[in-house]
């Protein structure tokens, strides 16, 4: 199958920004009364923002409430992190060569679009994506399907030829109920955290590193 579009996620995928989020959540959790280490709110750290607060607290707090608490989340998040806001080594440059050969682009997160366009907009690269998917495009999130589904389905492309990029297991667990093959940047957890999961091509800890996976070949012939 050729390949015919990349699905990436954002946070920790495209930017080395998970440790942000997880301090983020620590603090606010751990106000509410949580009682929680890094270590436990790490493991909390996927899919929507509303989905983790109801993990964490369920029935305690009303959709306004979770609102409310995910901005703040999020510009805590985003004041932290902003001075270290860049593309992961070699993205740049993987995102260039995809575009001019035609290879279709979407984004696929459990983010809110305040925090992808922050990304977006503060690295410049919002031209590559053909489509964006964020919390509020999905009933459910990673590791269900949708996400990388409705991406797909808005490239007007198959989801087997489609290559996530992910860095979690629950995203890569999305991808493989998706029916797609992912490629993992290393940002938070090991290739041993994966090891249930057969639709994987390879790991890496940048994207420099993940083109050294793939060489003397042109991109489309190595990822197809």
């Given amino acids: ?3 015919k579009a990349f699905l990436f996620d954002l946070n920790g995928t495209m930017i080395d920004d998970m440790y942000y989020h997880i301090r983020a959540w620590y603090d606010i959790l751990n106000q509410l009364g949580a009682k929680l280490s890094m ?3 790490k493991a909390q750290c996927y899919g929507k923002n509303h989905e983790l607060l109801e993990r964490i607290f369920p029935g305690r707090f009303s959709v306004a409430e979770k609102d409310k608490m995910s901005y703040e989340k999020e510009k805590a998040y985003q ?3 902003r001075p270290q806001l860049k593309l992961l080594d070699g993205l740049s440059e993987l995102l260039e060569i995809a575009y001019n050969s035609g290879i279709k682009m979407a984004i696929g997160s459990a983010a809110i679009m ?3 366009d922050f990304v977006l907009d503060g690295t410049n690269i919002r031209k590559y994506f053909d489509a964006i998917v964020s919390a509020d495009d ?3 999130s990673k590791p269900n399907p949708e996400t990388f589904l409705e991406a797909a389905l808005r490239l007007g492309v198959s ?3 489609c290559i996530v990029f992910e860095d979690t297991p629950k995203g890569v667990e999305a991808a493989f109920n998706a029916g797609m093959r992912a490629a993992v940047i290393t940002t938070i957890h090991e290739p041993a955290e994966f090891n249930h999961l057969n639709n994987v091509i ?3 800890s940048d994207f ?3 083109k050294h996976l793939l060489p003397k070949q042109s991109l489309k012939e190595v990822l197809s």
Avoid: C, K, W
Wanted: charged residues 25%; negative net charge; glycine residues 4%.
């Fill in 159 to 161: 989801p087997e030829s």
């Fill in 1 to 3: 199958m050729e390949t």
């Fill in 202 to 204: 390879g790991f890496a």
């Fill in 114 to 116: 305040y925090n992808i």
């Fill in 79 to 81: 004041q932290a992190f």
């Fill in 138 to 140: 999905v009933r459910e």
């Fill in 39 to 41: 270590d436990e709110v």
């Fill in 208 to 210: 420099i590193s993940l």
